[in-house]
């Protein structure tokens, strides 16, 4: 696919998603939303787990963490869009000063150090009651006018923010960044032999894949009005987002958003039709995504794609 | 003397966390996969032991050996039919996988059994010994703990299959060379692992109440005793219980218990980074 087409691609996806409110109700509105968001925390997670291939469950931190910080600062009497930029800094400060320590681990110990950073935000987040509410969670002061405007004004911040992550994506892809990344994600002592400062790049791919957790995690709170740390620090979501990158096709640049909008859609489904069995699909779901389409559905895996790219040409189709 | 009662406290709750980690360790080792699915076995082995208790009046020590039987017979077919096809794959990969089977076993135990926290209420009395207090059916748990964790450490050391499972451990390659059929060896670990993961969970049944909602908990103890006492070996997973246990005992004391997870937890990412091997781990076997 030639960039040009993905950018034409993602363009008439952001309008479809932006047109929503005008042929819709606030049911698909609130789904659009949803789709924005997880495209962005998925093209965000992309830059670690997906460039870099760091299997990184953290992204629920950072979301939890941008949750709080955006919160606390709106009701410390942050303008609502200042606040949003508070969490973006400090999500993506926290993130860097961690990444320094946490990337030193590599494989196995990485995931755990990642997920083990989920547990203790929402450890620290939910015993330090006196400034962050405890388990009773927190209400975040709400902007004024109709559901319907309520909405369709988050529907434009999610959708902006996602434009503005996929614009990144396509910088550090085209950029010295995303080939380093792709070095070190293929051999990262070989990279580090050519003279990539892999520490650098890590940490910069580390610190990125934070930043928009934390604006999403702000507009999230401002949206909703009322977030909690086992809600907003769900190692649910740290899981879910890296199966949706998987499902479109880790490190490619159109990949998180196919897959994002895949899942959300057919989690909706899911949810809709089984109320009890949801999970138990989603389970299956991720396992048939595992083992039968471990390349995504845009089928482009760089690390393969090489060595099986004779096998592959063979086969016609997707596979389902 | 306070010190004395937290610090048995500790030891039981340590005995308790090394066979629960044990098998995760286990898997971790041999298998090079974060087995995900672990919390929920614990919670399928406690809830087997306790319905068998509650319908049946089966007493727990007796339905111990079926209960991990039938939770062999279950990671054994897992890891056959589906984990062994991506087993080679980077740890994303396997995680996920992990954790998707989790997602759908879980669904099932809360559908069928409901979160309920259940508890086999065995009514031992408790006994005191020079001021130190201690339920009968603790320290019951803890001696079936440690029974079992010793029963694997003494299959691994002295029987064929035991061997088999080291060597792979070691080498994977070199091991399949002499002969070992690596695939099955894959199968008989995580069945060992889920057998320890359900034999955990019989004996926590008997000592605390539990419900589905803990299963990320008992993930969470098992990842951090692996960090602590080292990958693979069952001395390790008895240190990293051990000190672990101690440690929440007392951090419990001092910070208040909700504080003693985060306590672990930062613990255990501060000794990832100093020292990823874990405090009985060998260099170059992380």
């Known amino acids: ?320 | 003397m306070q010190y004395l009662q937290i610090l048995v406290n500790g030891i039981v709750l340590g005995a308790l966390y090394a066979c629960l980690a044990v098998g995760f360790s286990l898997v971790w080792g041999v298998l090079n996969v974060i087995n995900m699915l672990h919390g929920s076995f614990i919670i399928l082995g406690g809830y087997l032991a306790f319905f068998a208790w509650h319908s049946f009046g089966i007493h727990p020590l007796l339905a111990l050996p079926f209960v991990a039987a039938i939770l062999y017979g279950i990671g054994y077919v897992t890891q056959l039919m589906v984990i062994n096809r991506v087993v080679s794959q980077p740890v994303l990969t396997t995680l996920t996988l992990t954790f998707g089977l989790d997602l759908i076993l879980y669904n099932f135990m809360t559908v069928y059994y409901t979160a309920t926290p259940r508890r086999v209420t065995l009514n031992l009395g408790h006994i005191d010994i020079a001021g130190i207090f201690m339920p009968i059916d603790r320290l019951f748990g803890m001696l079936l703990a440690l029974l079992m964790t010793g029963l694997l450490y003494v299959l691994l050391r002295g029987s064929r299959i035991g061997r088999a499972i080291v060597a792979v451990r070691m080498d994977g390659a070199a091991a399949a060379l002499m002969g070992i059929r690596i695939d099955r060896v894959y199968a008989i670990t995580f069945g060992i692992g889920a057998l320890m993961a359900g034999a955990a969970g019989a004996i926590f049944s008997m000592v605390f109440p539990i419900t589905t909602n803990l299963t990320g908990d008992f993930l969470g103890k098992a990842f951090v005793v692996c960090v602590i006492g080292g990958l693979g070996s069952v001395p390790g997973a008895l240190v990293g219980g051990l000190a672990l246990g101690i440690i929440e005992s007392f951090a419990g004391q001092m910070f208040g218990p909700q504080h003693a997870l985060t306590v672990g937890f930062v613990l255990m990412l501060a000794l990832l980074v100093v020292k990823p091997t874990g405090l009985t781990g060998i260099k170059g076997y992380e």
């Open chain 1, 1 to 320: 696919m030639s960039p040009t087409m993905r950018y034409v691609i993602f363009a008439l996806w952001v309008i479809a998603l932006a047109s929503v409110p005008l042929w819709a109700g606030n049911y698909f509105v609130r789904m659009a939303i949803l789709i924005a968001m997880f495209s962005g925390l998925t093209m965000s997670w992309n830059f670690i787990g997906g460039f870099t291939g760091y299997p990184s469950f953290a992204t629920a931190a950072f979301f939890g963490l941008g949750c709080y910080a955006g919160a606390l600062s709106q009701k410390a009497g942050v303008p609502m869009v200042l606040a949003w930029l508070v969490a973006t800094v400090f999500v993506g400060a926290f993130a860097a000063a961690l990444g320094a320590i946490v990337l030193r681990l590599r494989g196995h110990y990485f995931a755990i150090g990642s997920i083990a950073l989920v547990e203790v935000t929402r450890l620290v987040i939910s015993s330090w009651g006196s400034l962050t509410g405890g388990g009773d969670g927190l209400n975040v002061p709400l902007i004024q006018g109709s559901p319907t405007e309520v909405a369709v004004t988050f529907l434009g911040v999610m959708l902006a923010i996602m434009v503005v992550v996929f614009v990144v994506t396509v910088i550090v892809d085209r950029n010295r960044l995303g080939f380093g990344l792709r070095c070190i994600q293929q051999n990262e002592d070989a990279a580090d032999m050519v003279g990539i400062d892999t520490t650098r790049y890590k940490v910069f791919a580390f610190t990125l894949s934070a930043l928009f957790c934390g604006t999403i995690g702000a507009a999230y709170a401002s949206w909703t009005g009322y977030i909690d740390p086992t809600d907003s620090f769900s190692i649910l979501m740290s899981i879910k987002v890296p199966v949706m990158c998987i499902l479109g096709g880790a490190g490619t640049v159109l990949g998180p958003v196919v897959g994002a909008a895949t899942f959300m859609i057919l989690e909706e489904v899911l949810w809709a039709n089984f109320l009890d069995y949801n999970r138990a699909i989603l389970g299956a779901v991720t396992v048939l995504l595992i083992l039968f389409l471990p390349g995504g559905l845009l089928r482009i895996n760089y690390r393969e794609l090489m060595a099986r790219y004779a096998a592959r040409s063979k086969r016609s189709g997707a596979p389902a």
